[in-house]
């Protein structure tokens, strides 16, 4: 029988809950939740619930330390692990800025412990499985690969927590960063660069935001990346009749890898040939909470890290290039902006995503009309 791994939490509100249903029914086996820390919680029914991390740490002594806090925790929190000998799961992104990513990745290689960071795509078989073919040159090579996403995003979503959300810094002067790129859709720039595994370069961006807000709730990228154009257009400030849920094309030079539904949701991950040949590589989605079983069967030597903290580096860069290119969004203007009880949103500005889409260009809006 493996021996047992104790397994400590970082937070257990919010998408941290995740890992509290996981352990319900864990899908390993002799894995023990034994404790968790969040100053925001009064009980925590599956594990005692500890004031602060560091007695946490040092009376359990636990092998895995799952981070699932806001952006400007993770680097401070990842070091506090590794220096207590804990293997890190850690939520996306990896950090708020490049250096504080490579300090995480430095206190891994001190501690000599392993790293995982969250970004749900790279633990998909269906992915993986495409991402194996692409290397292998069975579709030739990448041309241009472009993404779409539209998820509306309520008041709330900008209110949930302490407040952090669509900040730079926090209250201590902490990078934060949380923008619509570096946060519900950092997956899909992810996943472009984790299929091409290179980074980013020549990036060209634009960015802007209907919300008050200190970064971008919408953003429109291109750049290139191992010899192919990359464009990403995604949005938090659209209605939500106007929702568009992941949709990507990856053009190769034999082949075109789709995803998704104008207008739905899900689909099949497929790779359509030049030949007229079609591979089915099934859902994308990977089991629940891969990631922490990954981490499990890779400490006990049944798998490698399939998300590393290098790969996660790669979309870090570019969100802090494209900060570098463009530190202000810019607003949209007022007359285009319909502010709600329960939402900020642009009408029109899905149809002009969807243009931008299909033209792989970056928006060229005239800010001085009435409406868009």
């Not at 990228?221 to 209605?239: E, M, P, Y």
């Not at 591979?279 to 890779?298: F, Q, R, S």
């Not at 642009?346 to 889409?357: D, H, I, Q, S, T």
Request: aromatic share 10%.
């Amino acid at each position: 029988m493996s021996k047992e791994l104790k397994t400590v939490l970082f937070g257990i509100g919010g998408y941290a809950a995740n890992y509290l249903e996981a352990f319900k029914k864990p899908l390993r086996e002799n894995v023990r939740l034994v404790g968790a820390v969040d100053p925001f919680a009064q009980t925590c029914a599956l594990c005692p619930l500890y004031a602060d991390a560091e007695t946490m740490l040092r009376e359990l002594a636990p092998d895995i330390a799952v981070i699932s806090t806001p952006i400007q925790l993770h680097t401070r929190q990842a070091e506090l692990a590794f220096a207590h000998g804990c293997h890190v799961v850690l939520e996306k992104p990896i950090a708020a800025t490049v250096d504080s990513a490579r300090a995480i990745l430095a206190a891994r290689d001190r501690a000599g412990k392993l790293l995982n960071i969250d970004y749900h795509w790279c633990y998909s078989p269906a992915m993986r499985a495409m991402k194996a073919d692409a290397e292998a040159g069975r579709f030739g090579a990448p041309r241009a690969l472009r993404a779409l996403v539209l998820w509306p995003r309520g008041h709330a979503y900008y209110h949930r927590g302490t407040g952090w959300a669509g900040k730079k810094q926090d209250c201590e002067g902490q990078p934060i960063y949380d923008s619509v790129l570096n946060n519900a859709t950092a997956h899909y720039l992810m996943n472009i660069l984790f299929i091409l595994g290179a980074p980013a370069e020549n990036i060209r961006c634009a960015t802007f935001r209907a919300n008050p807000i200190e970064t971008y709730d919408t953003a429109v990228l291109t750049a290139k990346a191992a010899g192919a154009d990359i464009f990403l257009a995604v949005s938090h400030a659209i209605h939500e009749t106007e929702k568009q849920e992941p949709l990507f094309e990856y053009r190769y030079e034999k082949a075109a890898v789709r995803f998704g539904v104008p207008g739905g949701k899900g689909g099949r991950l497929r790779a359509y040939f030049d030949s007229g040949e079609v591979k089915d590589y099934g859902e994308v989605d990977p089991p629940y909470m891969e990631n922490l079983w990954n981490m499990v069967d890779a400490i006990r030597g049944e798998d490698g890290i399939l998300c590393s903290g290098e790969t996660a580096l790669l979309q870090t860069r570019a969100v802090e290039d494209m900060r570098v290119l463009q530190p202000e969004a810019q607003p949209f203007p007022e007359t285009w902006v319909r502010r709600e009880e329960t939402m900020t949103w642009v009408p029109g500005l899905a149809k002009a995503l969807w243009a931008c889409y299909e033209g792989r260009t970056l928006p060229n809006w005239d800010m001085r009309t009435n409406n868009l």
